[in-house]
């Protein structure tokens, strides 16, 4: 540490012819003022004593801070210099003063730098350096050359004790042979012991608090290593691909799982998605059924397979619908009036006189000018023989059959023509009715029709015999009860 | 110094070997993890694709830390009903009442009673105090899940949360109702950040990072797009010490993407050094250009940026620190309160780390 106020100490040696038996010699006024304006190289430098040396010159101690008149001390410094001999031999330069400079450090760190030289003027001529070195170094008597650096270290530690010297008065006396006392001001290190402080206890501790981490290290062979193991056990990004793909929660969601309130709602609105979705099923499946009825077939033995499964389902409702009902009187009497009077005029004496007793004459009268033709003749093996002629008009097939269904009639087989809009249909039948011979006459009746040309008027009638079956089903079917 | 482990060393015997990792098992496997501001209390959400999944609620020392003393409490843990994406609690540590916030199929406010630990033998579990929920307003018969969620750190009224169905929803959770709801991507939103003034930035599966502003929510800046085409990216981080930095996770990656705000588009860095993919990233809390990440190959690096963007040598960052935990790294949390703590969760344990 470099101190704030630095003081310097200047020595300067200057060549002199002087006998050296003298102690004491006064110099001449100009060498005097010749030597201090060549000492006085750095500014504020005050001359504490000079001190002649008989042989080469003058030993002038200066310093740059203020000084006081201390008499003793100058004493002590000259008698200190007069008692070594020099022994120390200085380069030296032409015409340039030779200054050593003592730095003052409190570390005890001393920079010295000593030269020598003759002072220009004086009776001694100049000489070149080599020349003047080789002039000193021949001079073995010679008293300056011999100051050795032991001397100046002494002299350093006078320098030292002005240190401790206190000062009283700060003044100075221009007077070259008077003696002065070097006074020292106090340093203030408060500063520099902090940091000194702190860098100390740099270089000196360490981390209370280690880190868990370590320094980073390129392993490339460890990579491979190490890379394989912790790899090949799970999918990379496991845990982080599930949370952003919502931890789960929308699977669970979907399955209907209900734990908290909120999600109970959640399934209350699932219920009636639910509910939402069976309803619209449901419609989807009565729009398809309805499409399908409505699509109308060209093809002849579509309509023909058609035609007979309709048939037989036609016949299977009549059946449950006989054996399950239970008619009133009433439609029961307007239907047997009905068929009664669709048979004709030309039926046995007994079994006209029974049927017709009971029927008004209006209705009959009524429907004998609507039938323009009814032939009936019983042949044997109690067969009947019918023939009919009429206009063609809207449901009368399905009325011929009625009847006959309603007089209990085995229908053997069935002649069906039409020419300019007459019907002209033959019939024979026996008395005694069964289920599966019905159904042969059905089928008998279709092939009929199609070798005919009738297919579509028939397929016609059916639809419309669907409606009708639907509306008066049960008054059509009263009579074969009675039978 | 400890050398990096090998990874056939066991988790334990780890923690022998490192006096300055202290761990803590828990019966499930762990995935999200919440420094308490306010307390020295670390929230730690099990990871079980069930309905009923666990938050525990480990305690620590801060100043003395020994192993006895990173531990759970019985009493503050709680059921939750699926698995939380992420935990949160209250930023400001002087509020009153120590909310903790978590996201799943809804975002909850739980009501953690933080403020006598000594006594937890008597404390009472931490109450829902609310769930916010889209089902309500949307009438729609599903919610969809929430990826992550952030909370507003200046305005604490505010959360931010992230859905799978595109969308990033601002919530006013003293009102409990939404405050703004954006469609932000095209895809799912992985994570949302906030970042300083009503502004915040959004990841997604479409391989976008968006902006966004609440005083302008008609436009928003796309920042960055992930190198190959639709690679999702999965999570975000913003440098909340320096604004001007985000860290991104793309999928199946080992890379950290480090972005500038002053320089859209193109990445500042991007660190390359984890020899599996990343799992997790955050920031120093107190340090402008300090992140940490984990990954898959079971370490957590400490890496520093440079600091001038040109500065970055060619052949890529090395991170300063490591820790080798010896198992997939899920979960990482650096918080603001607790600088020289780094937490990390693998397989069902949590881990505290020093700095």
Known sequence: MRSSHRRRFFVSFAPKSSPPASTCVDLPPAAHNELRSSANKSSFTHTIVCVPFIMHGVLELGTTDPVSEDPALVDRITASLWDTPPRAAFSSEAGVADIVVFEDLDHGNTAVEATTTMVPGEPEPHAVAGGEVAECESNAHNDLEQITMDDIGELYSLCEELDVLDDDSSSWVADPWSSFQLVPTAEATDVDDAVVAALGAIDGSCRPSPSSFVAWKRTPDSDEVQAVPLISGEPPQKLLKKAVAGAGAWMNNADGSAATMTTDQGSSIKNHVMSERRRREKLKEIRSEFMRCLLLQVDKASILAETIAYLKELEKRVEELESSSQPSPRPMETTRRRCCKSTGKKVSAGARAKRKAPAPEDTDGERRHCVSNVNVTIMDNKELLLELQCQWKELLMTRVFDAIKGVSLDVLSVQASTSDGLLGLKIQAKVVVSAAKSSQQICSIVYLSIYQSLYLRLFGVLILAILLLHACSLPHLLPSNLG | ?355
Not at chain 2, 33 to 57: M, T
Not at chain 2, 291 to 311: K, R
Request: with cysteine.
């Open chain 2, 1 to 355: 110094m400890e050398q990096p482990k090998p990874p056939s060393v066991a988790a334990s015997a780890a923690e022998a070997q490192n006096p300055n990792a202290f761990t803590c098992e828990l019966p499930h496997s762990i995935y999200a993890l919440a420094f308490s501001p306010s307390a020295p209390v670390l929230a730690a959400g099990s990871f079980l694709e069930d309905l009923h999944n666990r938050v525990s609620l480990l305690s620590f020392d801060p100043v003395h830390p020994t192993a006895a003393s990173f531990r759970a409490l019985p009493a503050l843990s709680f059921d939750h009903p699926y698995p939380p994406t992420k935990l949160q609690f209250h930023p400001r540590a002087a509020s009153a009442p120590h909310l903790l916030a978590s996201s799943s199929d809804a975002l909850r406010l739980w009501l953690a009673p933080l403020d006598d630990l000594a006594a937890t033998a008597t404390a009472a579990a931490p109450e829902l105090r609310s769930v916010l929920d889209n089902r309500k307003t949307s009438a729609s018969e599903f919610c969809a899940p929430l990826t992550s969620f952030d909370w507003n750190e200046a305005e604490p009224r505010r959360i931010g949360t992230a859905s799978i169905d595109t969308t990033c929803t601002i919530w006013d959770i003293e009102r409990g109702v939404v405050e703004t709801q954006l469609i932000a991507h095209d895809k799912a939103v992985h994570d949302i950040a906030w970042g300083e003034n009503g502004i915040f930035a959004s990841v997604s599966a479409d391989g976008s990072v968006r902006v966004f502003d609440l005083r302008d929510k008609e436009h928003s800046t796309i920042f960055y797009e992930s190198p190959r085409p639709d690679t999702p990216l999965l999570r975000l981080a913003w440098n909340r010490y320096d604004f001007h930095y985000m860290a991104t996770l793309l999928m199946d990656s080992s890379a950290v993407v480090v972005l500038d705000m002053r320089a859209p588009g193109v990445p500042v860095a991007e660190l390359h050094r984890h020899r599996a993919c990343a799992n997790a990233v955050a920031w120093a809390p107190q340090a402008t250009r300090h992140l940490c990440s984990a990954g898959d190959d079971g370490q957590a690096l400490i890496w520093e940026l440079p600091a001038t963007p040109g500065a970055v040598p060619a052949e890529g960052i090395d991170p300063v620190m490591v820790y080798d935990a010896g198992a997939e790294i899920n979960q990482l949390q650096w918080a603001a309160a607790y600088p020289e703590w780094i937490s990390i969760a693998f397989e069902n344990k949590v881990q505290l780390l020093r700095v």
